[in-house]
């Protein structure tokens, strides 16, 4: 299994940036996935995540009306769209997968994860 962030890049406040996941190895219509952060010296959180089907997702408070996440089944890819970035969202981003339908914000729920890509908002 294999997962591939990509679509960081440095940006400034305001602005918006598309994250992308895309995964090999796996039947992807059977995985959950979630979106993380991490910042240098903080925990890893849960930004988003996506049920299996795309029918369901949640968000961090943080990110209610300025992210929104989805995914192409038969690109075996998931996005994170985020609009109106602040300088609170630097971070290193990371996607995780995991085999069930529903998604969770919690680390522990998912198996496979992804190298980051950072998302730096600065003026």
């Known amino acids: 299994v294999q997962l591939q962030a990509s679509g960081g890049g440095l940006v400034q406040p305001g602005a918006s940036l598309r994250l992308s996941c895309t995964a090999s190895?796996?039947?992807?219509?059977?995985?959950?996935v979630g979106w993380f952060r991490q910042a240098p010296g903080e925990e890893r959180e849960g930004v988003s995540c996506?049920?299996?089907?795309?029918?369901?997702?949640a968000y961090i408070d943080s990110a209610k009306g300025r992210f929104t996440i989805s995914r192409d089944n038969d690109k075996k890819t998931v996005y994170l769209q985020m609009n109106d970035l602040n300088v609170e969202d630097t971070a290193a981003y990371f996607c995780?997968?995991?085999?069930?339908?529903?998604?969770?914000?919690?680390?522990?729920?998912?198996?496979?994860w992804g190298q980051g890509t950072q998302v730096t908002v600065s003026s």
């Open positions: 995780a997968a995991q085999r069930i339908s529903t998604c969770s914000l919690l680390r522990e729920w998912y198996r496979y």
């Open positions: 190895g796996i039947t992807f219509d059977h995985y959950a």
């Open positions: 996506i049920s299996s089907s795309g029918g369901s997702s």
